[in-house]
């Protein structure tokens, strides 16, 4: 997100605009909580992840009390237009916003890969990176000491970061919403990799995965997976969620480019006169999608590379 914060305001500049930052996203809107940004304000942040503005969930900004604040901090500071940058919810929040008269443009930020219409959002390479980083290091430890590593990944609705990271790191197996299996099914697998001599697994979990013939409410998902395994004696288990980690850290030069052009192509559009779009990634390209398209399923999953990862795993 900083890199996209960084050339909208350095573009924007550019164009001759004035460019304001919001602080918190949605709830620093409501809380008039904005500062004016320069071309040195945004400096020697492209290489930090997260954003230096801050972000917040808002339950306030659903209500209608949140957004008549919200209208009413864009009037008071002759806003003519904004940047949201975020997931489908920031975005959702960006298309109600146009439908008042606010021209918006909006960036995809989501690390779960699941926004309708680009192939990629800001922040997926960073956090596949990651997941892979951590795949190699526990696997050091699952080969030494004979044992099934279960990985808990981020994606609650959209296994796309568990099958990337699964398939970049050689996982065993790899457990997503999209494919529900059962717990049997799982061990046996498992059990089946043990008699053709392998002595370690490393097993990729999506948080949104629910096994086929035990859902347990209020328990992760590794955690089912990781203590089903555990019991049948088969191998060893071990479980690590990367939670978090997955969010922070360096983002990847991919990244960076990508945001860096998404936030340059939000700028020229509200400076063109055109709002009430995305920018996305389209082939190689950045092009546009309304807004109004994004509450179509994104489609990323792709079925076929879920094949390929079984099919090579064993």
Not at 34 to 51: F, K, M, Q, S
Not at 154 to 178: D, H, K, T
Not at 283 to 309: C, M, W
Request: charged content about 20%; aromatic content about 4%.
């Amino acid at each position: 997100m900083n890199a996209a914060v960084r050339a909208a305001v350095r573009c924007g500049t550019g164009h001759g605009l004035e460019m304001i930052g919001i602080r918190r996203g949605f709830a620093g809107l409501i809380e008039g909580d904005l500062l004016p940004l320069d071309n040195r304000a945004v400096g020697g942040i492209i290489e930090r992840g997260g954003t230096f503005l801050g972000s917040a969930r808002s339950a306030v900004f659903l209500t209608e009390e949140g957004q008549g604040e919200a209208l009413a901090t864009i009037k008071k500071w002759s806003l003519d237009g904004l940047v949201v940058i975020g997931g489908n919810g920031s975005l959702k929040g960006a298309k109600w916003l146009q439908g008042q008269g606010v021209p918006v443009v909006g960036i995809p930020a989501s690390i779960d890969n699941d926004i309708y219409g680009t192939a990629m959002a800001i922040g997926v390479d960073t956090a596949l990176n990651t997941v892979m980083e951590s795949l190699d290091r526990i696997r050091d430890t699952a080969v030494s000491h004979h044992r099934a590593f279960v990985v808990e990944v981020m994606g609650r609705s959209s296994g796309y970061i568990a099958l990337m990271g699964g398939l970049a790191g050689g996982a065993e197996l790899v457990l997503v919403p999209e494919f529900p299996e059962s717990l049997d099914q799982i061990a046996d697998r498992v059990i089946a990799g043990v008699k053709k001599g392998k002595h370690h697994s490393i097993i990729v979990v999506a948080e949104g995965f629910v096994p086929a013939d035990s859902p347990q409410a209020g328990k992760a998902a590794g955690r089912i997976v990781s203590d089903f395994l555990e019991a049948t004696g088969s191998i060893e288990t071990r479980l690590t969620i990367l939670g978090h980690l997955q969010r922070g850290g360096s983002p990847s030069a991919f990244d960076r480019i990508l945001a860096s052009r998404l936030g340059d192509a939000a700028v020229r559009l509200l400076a063109d006169g055109t709002a009430g779009v995305m920018t996305a990634l389209i082939g190689q390209k950045v092009a546009t999608l309304s807004l109004a398209e994004i509450d179509h399923p994104s489609g990323n999953f792709d079925p076929e590379i879920y094949r390929l990862v079984c099919e090579i795993a064993n």
